[in-house]
């Protein structure tokens, strides 16, 4: 039997799935299935040296780009924070666009407003077209649309760019949940979903050493152009060429990853059998939508992304200003916001490592709500000359971040079936934007304990979802259990390749 040809598979995996008179089109297997059919098992072997060289292949060529545009997909949704305090809302004569009253909150929300009109629609695109190439134009067109802020005059100038990059931005975290699960093996991808997530910190950290940069030399040495747009220009282009690079590096399934050798790619494919989800799948299934509807999970997902991103939707767009309010100037909250990011890129590697590692991401990284409560009682409860201490509040707080990026690699590790897959992530993007909308609007006038509190309630709720999801799971891998022993006793099929759904396949199991 001879070798099988991956170029051709390339060309064919770009075409969908016929639908034959037996409705097979609602059963299409997988891609991965297509690509292993003619290739002899000896050919497919994958040990332990084997694997961890693939790995560290895959990590080499992957990690360092998805971790670099998840950074600059943070830092582009937070220069905005950084422009406030440099003099965005300053009245047009002063150099400023002339925001008043509670524009700069709407402004920081619409970007939300654009990213929940996108998320539906880029998702289904992200399963009918090939998956790099179409993030990496919107990673590109994204970073257009920032440089266009050098040239905004007014509030509603501002309002349709902050809306078009929400609608851009929308495909990063879906997109990049899909790779991760389609390179690595259950067991890794907790750490790796935490090691790109974990690089908003160091978009925080670079931007807050950047904007402090500009903000100081214009003060001191004068300037042509105001400072924010400066720092619009500068994160605009970088993120404009690294989507560039992303294009050319990233491929959109291991059949066309140009960096491996032929027998690689297949190899590739096989190692991530044990995920029992395949590669790709470019069939609208309605009743896996149906089911991701009915899941229950699915909807405690939702509540947790919902209700976790009212803290994370005020406190992005308001950390300079709040930072500002413990009795910093304008220049030392710039600078002083970059240690949090320092603090977030521990917190979730750890956090990731460590669920990874003791096989328990959700109780692992439910501790980090424990210490953002803490965090921001500090803020809500010291006396407002206490600013070390406030400000030391505001770091703890970088930890609650960790159970949303748990969840986030759940959807990749625990979500089986591609449109089951793609259909949550929509769902828990669309309750993530809203959170990030209503987040902002909790900053009202100028003294901001009613959202601080509301803030220690929001962690406290969550963690009690963290906990129901970390039962039901369990749960569930009972009931597999029992299945699987009846199931096993009447012989065992090849369900990997088939694109079943989590809870249709008897042989898959959820990490908790």
């Not at 078009?164 to 750490?191: C, D, H, N």
């Not at 909250?333 to 949090?340: H, I, K, R, T, V």
């Not at 759940?410 to 449109?419: E, F, K, M, Q």
């Not at 809870?503 to 908790?512: L, S």
Request: hydrophobic share 45%; aromatic share 12%.
């Amino acid at each position: 039997m001879t070798k099988l040809d991956v170029a051709a598979v390339v060309d064919a995996s770009t075409n969908i799935w016929p639908q034959d008179t037996n409705g097979s089109r609602e059963r299409g297997p997988d891609l991965a299935s297509k690509v292993l059919t003619d290739v002899p098992s000896s050919e497919l072997q994958v040990n332990n040296e084997t694997s961890a060289r693939l790995v560290r292949r895959i990590d080499r060529w992957m990690m360092p780009i998805l971790c670099v545009v998840y950074a600059l997909n943070f830092l582009d949704k937070i220069t905005l924070n950084y422009a406030i305090v440099m003099g965005i809302a300053s009245p047009r004569p002063d150099g400023g666009i002339g925001l008043r009253g509670d524009q700069y909150s709407w402004l920081a929300s619409f970007f939300y407003f654009g990213y929940l009109a996108g998320e539906w629609p880029t998702t289904r695109l992200l399963q009918r077209l090939p998956l790099a190439k179409y993030l990496g134009l919107n990673i590109t067109a994204w970073g257009a649309v920032l440089c266009c802020f050098a040239g905004v005059r007014n509030f509603g100038g501002a309002m349709v760019l902050r809306f078009f990059m929400g609608v851009l931005e929308a495909s990063v975290t879906p997109g990049f949940a899909l790779i991760t699960s389609q390179w690595y093996t259950k067991r890794e991808q907790g750490t790796r979903t935490g090691l790109w997530f974990s690089f908003n910190g160091v978009a925080q950290i670079f931007g807050g050493v950047v904007a402090y940069g500009v903000a100081t030399g214009a003060q001191r040495h004068g300037y042509s152009m105001e400072p924010w747009k400066i720092i619009f220009l500068i994160c605009g282009a970088i993120t404009t060429a690294f989507g560039v690079v992303f294009l050319w590096i990233v491929p959109d399934n291991q059949t066309n990853a140009w960096w491996l050798t032929k027998q690689d790619r297949l190899l590739c494919i096989q190692r991530i059998k044990v995920n029992q989800q395949g590669i790709g799948n470019r069939q609208w299934k309605k009743y896996q939508v149906v089911e991701a509807l009915t899941d229950p999970l699915s909807w405690a997902f939702c509540i947790y992304a919902l209700i976790a991103m009212v803290p994370n939707g005020g406190l992005t767009n308001f950390f300079s200003p709040l930072i500002r309010s413990f009795g910093y100037t304008a220049e030392e909250a710039l600078l002083y916001g970059a240690p949090g990011g320092a603090v977030q890129i521990v917190v979730v590697i750890l956090s990731g490592h460590l669920g990874d590692r003791l096989k328990n991401r959700l109780l692992v990284s439910s501790a980090g709500l424990i210490v953002a409560i803490i965090g921001m009682s500090l803020i809500a409860a010291l006396p407002e000359n206490q600013r070390v201490g406030r400000l030391a509040g505001f770091y703890l707080n970088q930890a609650a971040i960790c159970p949303f990026v748990a969840i986030l690699s759940l959807v990749s590790t625990n979500i089986a079936g591609y449109t089951k897959k793609t259909t949550v992530a929509a769902m828990y993007l669309i309750a993530y934007c809203i959170g990030n909308i209503i987040g902002p609007q909790t900053f009202r006038g100028g003294r901001w304990a009613s959202a601080e509190f509301t803030f220690i309630g929001c962690y406290a709720l969550c963690f009690l979802d963290v906990l129901y999801i970390w039962w039901y799971y369990r749960r569930r891998n009972r009931e597999k259990a029992l299945l699987v022993e009846n199931y096993e006793a009447d012989g065992s099929s090849e369900n990997e390749w088939l694109d079943l759904t989590d809870k249709e396949n008897p042989d898959f199991k959820y990490v908790v």
